[in-house]
């Protein structure tokens, strides 16, 4: 900036503490503005999070920052009508989750093909269940499992059962069910 003013003032010691202080200024000014076009990005957000939470009516806030943006990211998406394309997109962009949605006779059918805990399922649920028009039921499945969920169970405990009794036992469900809650 210093630069930009005639050669006479430049080595002035007032114009150079003004020139300082304005340059201090205008870069804070910029850092600020920088933020600010951040925050408008939900993958980046930090304090304009809590902001939409307000917006949104969020009750209960989770101590998780990447859940807190996954809840903001889902209320924003499940807008306009509940067709197969919004709400597999809508569930599908809470990180740790896929499903596939299917309709039946009048109800929502969402079948889990990965989802990382029990808590992500319930919210993916209770998202849904936000969505949906209230003349519509809903039901979920979950037919995958994977090696480290069933932890407190032994082989030994195992072998009077065969695969496909183990494998209807946790259909719908991981270890104890769907627990937690966002």
């Known amino acids: 900036m210093l630069k930009l003013i005639h050669k006479l003032y430049r080595k002035d010691k007032v114009?150079?503490?003004?020139?300082n202080a304005l340059t201090a200024?205008?870069?804070?000014?910029?850092?600020?503005?920088?933020?600010?076009?951040?925050?408008?990005?939900?993958?980046?957000?930090?304090?304009?999070?809590?902001?939409?939470?307000?917006e949104m009516s969020a009750v209960k806030?989770?101590?998780s920052i990447t859940e807190r943006k996954n809840y903001v990211k889902t209320r924003?998406?499940?807008?306009?009508?509940?067709?197969?394309?919004?709400?597999?997109?809508?569930?599908?962009?809470v990180s740790g989750?896929?499903?596939d949605i299917s309709f039946k006779n009048m109800m929502i059918l969402m079948d889990f093909i990965e989802a990382e805990?029990?808590?992500?399922?319930?919210?993916?649920?209770?998202?849904?269940?936000?969505?949906?028009?209230?003349?519509?039921d809903f039901d979920i499945t979950y037919k995958h499992i994977k090696w480290e969920e069933p932890k407190k169970v032994t082989w030994g405990k195992m072998k009077?059962?065969?695969?496909n009794d183990v494998v209807k036992s946790v259909?719908?469900?991981?270890?104890?069910?769907?627990?937690g809650g966002f």
Do not use: C
């Not at 000014?29 to 980046?44: A, C, R, W």
């Not at 197969?84 to 962009?93: G, W």
């Not at 009077?160 to 695969?163: K, Q, R, S």
């Open 97 to 99: 989750v896929k499903v």
């Open 117 to 136: 805990n029990n808590k992500l399922i319930t919210f993916s649920k209770n998202t849904l269940a936000g969505i949906i028009p209230y003349h519509l």
């Open 61 to 63: 806030k989770s101590e």
């Open 25 to 54: 200024k205008f870069v804070s000014s910029e850092n600020k503005i920088g933020d600010l076009y951040k925050q408008i990005f939900l993958d980046y957000a930090d304090w304009y999070l809590e902001i939409k939470e307000k």
């Open 15 to 19: 114009t150079i503490d003004l020139v």
């Open 160 to 163: 009077n059962y065969t695969w």
């Open 171 to 179: 259909e719908g469900t991981i270890e104890k069910g769907y627990d």
């Open 76 to 93: 924003l998406l499940g807008v306009g009508t509940a067709t197969k394309e919004m709400l597999e997109s809508t569930i599908n962009s």
